[in-house]
């Protein structure tokens, strides 16, 4: 649509005119056919005082006007219309164009058909358009107006009035932009708005929550709703609307389960304040609500963590006891040595676990901790052998005494005591045990010892109670040693005080 068609839509456009809203001329003093002098200057008393109420409302209420003889192309703007368009009062000729070029490019063709639609189906115009002023500054409007029409149906004025809505506008971007900072946060800390009316016996999830969570309620019934609450929590959740209702408190903070739509247990937190009704009665929670189920797990298995760190904090204690009190040496520095070495042992093991959140130890890297003091890798001297196998925590530390034994043993008097000796260890997982073999070859020849030592007990009574065991055989080209341990945790042992 162009400008010259809303000027004049029969003959193009018009000289825009000022429209004189100044006092009314004398008529000449020729006397009306149809008032005498008294009854016309009432009429014009009555009409100067319902423009001067129109003026006073429009300038009340904030509103800028404008009244466009379409035929002539006279426009009349009062002043705040001026000010709205970013013009001095009185700075321009009042006219369609003045109007269009005030009007944001962006905003033109559409503001331009929605006149040309109101005008051609005779309904009233109302549209929202942005002014752009000099200094570049943008300020929105929101205007309404109609046509009139002659008696053969053709357009001849438009009468209108526009109000500056440029602060509301702002203040709506903010709010859409506080809203938006808001979304991102409650995803970001994984939370879902919530409300709970009092009314219900059972709370609720957010639809947030339901889009990251199937609980397999959407658009259920309130009775099936209900039905997702783990029944454990009936009481905690009666108790926590009760207290509501009947408390003093402006928060509520509260802990339930729903099942999924798989009957996975999915535990809920609640933040919450209590909004009260005009007579201070409570009516409903409005807070967030969290998916807490990750960390409640984590809580859980920090809690067995524990009391598995507990109990093998116990075992290395009597452990170590034992070996303070049943180790023998000739001399003091040699038992020192000794005592030290096991203990170092433990230690390499209770860090590997601890590495591993005592989930479980490797056995290639337990072998690994207990030979690299001994060449492990250099010149073939040890060789190990055999797939990737993780031991239970509670196997791990003992098998490590029982390496550490045998690793001893080898650099004082076997394979690791000479360097042409070579030690190889090869093991296997056969039917959930661990059948690990460990083979001297190239040291000095062998003798089965006389009597058995702490050493040698401690290799024999170490994995009882897990249900391993070894056997030693002295043959004359080295020692050889089979250990075969279970690769599935069995109940806690007590702890033998005395492995003699």
Not at 21 to 47: C, F, I, K, Q
């Amino acid at each position: 649509m162009t400008k010259e068609s809303l000027d004049n839509p029969k003959a193009g456009p018009a000289a825009a005119k000022v429209e004189n809203t100044g006092p009314r001329e004398a008529n000449n003093g020729l006397s009306s056919p149809s008032y005498d002098t008294a009854d016309r200057d009432h009429v014009d008393g009555a009409l100067r005082g319902s423009e001067e109420r129109l003026r006073l409302a429009l300038e009340i209420g904030g509103l800028a006007s404008w009244d466009w003889h379409i035929a002539s192309g006279k426009v009349v703007w009062n002043d705040r219309h001026f000010l709205q368009q970013g013009y001095a009062v009185g700075e321009v000729l009042p006219s369609y164009q003045a109007w269009l070029d005030r009007l944001h490019p962006d905003d033109r063709d559409e503001t331009v058909a929605l006149i040309e639609a109101a005008r051609d189906g005779r309904s009233t115009f109302h549209h929202e358009f942005r002014a752009l002023w000099p200094d570049g500054s943008i300020h929105w409007r929101a205007a309404r107006g109609r046509f009139f029409y002659d008696e053969s149906g053709t357009p001849v004025r438009m009468i209108g009035v526009a109000e500056d809505i440029t602060e509301q506008k702002l203040a709506a971007q903010r709010m859409a932009a506080s809203e938006a900072r808001l979304r991102l946060a409650l995803e970001a800390g994984r939370m879902a708005p919530f409300e709970w009316s009092l009314d219900d016996a059972l709370p609720p999830p957010s639809d947030d929550l339901r889009r990251r969570v199937d609980f397999g309620d959407a658009g259920a019934r309130l009775e099936e709703g209900r039905a997702r609450h783990h029944p454990d929590d009936a009481a905690l959740l009666s108790k926590t609307r009760q207290r509501a209702l009947d408390g003093d408190d402006t928060f509520s903070d509260f802990e339930f389960r729903r099942l999924t739509a798989d009957a996975q247990v999915r535990w809920l937190q609640v933040r919450s304040e209590i909004v009260r009704d005009n007579l201070g009665r409570p009516r409903k929670l409005v807070g967030v609500q969290l998916d807490v189920t990750e960390q409640r797990e984590n809580e859980e298995r920090l809690r067995l963590l524990m009391l598995e760190v507990d109990h093998r904090a116990k075992n290395l204690l009597f452990v170590v006891q034992s070996m303070v009190s049943l180790a023998k040496a000739g001399d003091l520095e040699t038992y020192r040595q000794a005592l030290l070495g096991r203990i170092e042992s433990l230690s390499r093991a209770h860090q590997l676990l601890a590495e591993s959140r005592w989930s479980g130890g490797d056995l290639r890297q337990l072998l690994t901790e207990e030979l690299g003091p001994y060449g492990l890798g250099d010149n073939g001297h040890i060789k190990l052998d055999g797939p990737p196998i993780s031991l239970p925590a509670r196997h791990a530390q003992a098998l490590a005494l029982c390496l550490h034994e045998l690793a001893t043993n080898a650099a004082k008097y076997g394979a690791l005591s000479v360097d042409e000796g070579v030690l190889t260890v090869q093991w296997r997982s056969s039917h959930g045990q661990l059948e690990l073999s460990w083979i001297e070859r190239g040291g000095p020849p062998v003798v089965a010892p006389r009597r058995s030592g702490f050493g040698g007990t401690l290799l024999k009574r170490s994995l009882q109670p897990f249900g391993g065991r070894v056997e030693l055989h002295w043959a004359e080209l080295g020692l050889s040693a089979q250990i075969t341990l279970p690769l599935q945790a069995n109940p806690d042992p007590e702890p033998d005080p005395d492995p003699a």
